[in-house]
């Protein structure tokens, strides 16, 4: 199968993307193709479908389409070349990285990104604590939903993170057998919240037994410890975050623009 039909047949697997969609468009399809490229599933030197075609596959109009693909070329995801089309370039600026997964900045200590999964342990409703109403800027006893996941490289537990979202400005958020596993594509799809900033305090300490036994380590082992705050494109805080991981394989990356 030549490079080009691969890329058609990749790209065709996507969605159609709904009219009820909450951010532009094009962004969402910026997105989807993004991350098909950052998870490995567009490969360097695969030539994307027609623009026509990506068009029809998504939903949306080709000026959709092409505004999608202008900026991910600015940003050297893509390449246009004569007579062939649009071309994976296999290159990921760090700021095009935190952009798009604001929530895992770690990478190979070659510098390589690294593809992970997320596997849900709990998922729970409740009443926002002192702590998560003052950090989410609601009220006191205000409804929460909690979720606990780990994060697997190549089948290797290596982070596990408590996520906090506000339950009132999420209307209709899906059950633990219906969460999608990229939580901020699916923010920005069906609630219209991009994730445009994020606040962070980091810390080393000594893995407890929680630590131990999710990632896999031996006593005493030290593990990253990172506090977060995320903010939408309003500057209003939408996850609160505690993530936990080791760094024995990978290295943490946080460029700042």
């Known amino acids: 199968m030549s490079q080009q039909n691969k890329g058609e047949q990749e790209a065709s697997s996507f969605a159609r993307l709904s009219d009820r969609e909450g951010a532009?468009?094009?962004?969402?399809?910026?997105?989807?193709?993004?991350?098909?490229?950052?998870?490995?599933?567009?490969?360097?030197?695969?030539?994307?479908?027609?623009?026509?075609?990506?068009?029809?596959?998504?939903?949306?109009?080709?000026?959709?389409?092409?505004?999608?693909?202008?900026?991910?070329?600015?940003e050297g995801m893509l390449m246009r070349r004569r007579k062939t089309g649009t071309v994976v370039t296999g290159w990921a600026p760090l700021h095009n990285l935190s952009y798009f997964f604001q929530y895992f900045r770690l990478h190979g200590r070659d510098g390589s990104l690294v593809h992970s999964h997320t596997?849900?342990?709990?998922?729970?409703?409740?009443?926002?604590?002192?702590?998560?109403?003052?950090k989410l800027n609601i009220s006191l006893q205000a409804p929460v939903i909690r979720l606990k996941r780990l994060r697997k490289i190549k089948d290797a537990p290596t982070m596990h993170e408590q996520l906090v979202l506000a339950a009132d400005r999420l209307p209709d958020f899906p059950a633990a057998e219906n969460l999608p596993p990229l939580l901020y594509r699916f923010l920005l799809e069906k609630y219209g919240v991009r994730v445009a900033a994020v606040r962070e305090q980091i810390t080393a300490v000594l893995a407890n037994e929680e630590d131990l036994r999710l990632l896999e380590l031996t006593a005493p082992h030290a593990v990253m410890v990172i506090d977060e705050v995320s903010f939408d494109q309003s500057a209003l805080p939408?996850?609160?975050?505690?993530?936990?991981?080791?760094?024995?394989?990978?290295?943490?990356?946080?460029?700042?623009?």
């Open 119 to 134: 596997i849900l342990l709990d998922y729970q409703t409740g009443y926002a604590s002192e702590y998560e109403a003052e």
């Open 238 to 257: 939408v996850i609160l975050a505690h993530h936990r991981f080791s760094t024995d394989n990978y290295v943490y990356v946080n460029e700042i623009r």
């Open 24 to 74: 532009p468009l094009y962004e969402v399809v910026k997105r989807h193709i993004s991350e098909s490229i950052l998870m490995g599933q567009l490969t360097p030197g695969m030539v994307l479908p027609s623009e026509n075609t990506l068009a029809a596959d998504f939903g949306v109009s080709v000026g959709t389409v092409r505004k999608a693909l202008s900026a991910l070329t600015t």
